[in-house]
C-alpha cells in the first residue's frame, strides 16, 4: 500500500499598498535594517505596523519589549493578529541569517524579509520553525 503525503504549501496575500508601504519604510531607514510587525487574519495581511530599530545597523535591528507589546495590544484590539515579523537585509540576500533563526520569538509567527542588495527590492515570506525555515508562496494583489 502507498501512502502519499501532501504537504499544503502556505499563500499570503498581500495588497499591493502594504507591499508598496514596506518597501517604502525599507528604503527610508537604509543603510540601516528596517523593522516591523504585519497583521491580520489567517493569511490575509491587512495593516503594516513600522517600528523603530533602536540600533541603527545594517545586520540587525532591535525594538524594546515595551513598544512591541503596546503594538501587539493596538493590533489585537483591531481584532487582528500578528502575522509576521518584518526586517531588511540593505546588502545580503532575502534570507533568514543564522541570528535571525536563533532569535525569532515565536514559531507562530512569520519571517518577511525585504532585500535591498540587487537594487531592486526583493521580498520573501518565511515560515519559521525549530530554528529552521520554508518559503512561502506570496501573492500581492
Not at 66 to 93: C, D, M, Y
Amino acid at each position: 500500500m502507498v501512502i502519499s503525503k501532501i504537504i499544503m504549501e502556505k499563500i499570503i496575500t498581500l495588497p499591493s499598498s502594504l507591499y508598496q508601504a514596506l518597501i517604502v519604510e525599507g528604503e527610508s531607514q537604509l543603510p540601516y535594517e528596517a523593522c516591523g510587525l504585519l497583521a491580520g487574519f489567517q493569511k490575509q495581511v491587512t495593516s503594516f505596523w513600522p517600528l523603530q530599530n533602536q540600533v541603527k545597523s545594517s545586520s540587525r535591528f532591535f525594538v524594546p519589549k515595551e513598544i512591541v507589546t503596546s503594538t501587539v495590544k493596538k493590533i489585537q484590539n483591531r481584532k487582528e493578529q500578528v502575522l509576521a515579523i518584518f526586517h531588511t537585509h540593505p546588502s545580503t540576500k532575502p534570507v533568514p541569517s543564522q541570528f535571525d533563526l536563533k532569535h525569532h520569538p515565536d514559531d507562530e509567527v512569520d519571517m518577511v524579509i525585504i532585500s535591498y542588495k540587487y537594487g531592486i527590492p526583493q521580498l520573501k515570506w518565511y515560515q519559521i520553525r525549530h530554528n529552521t525555515y520554508t518559503a512561502c508562496k506570496l501573492v500581492i494583489s
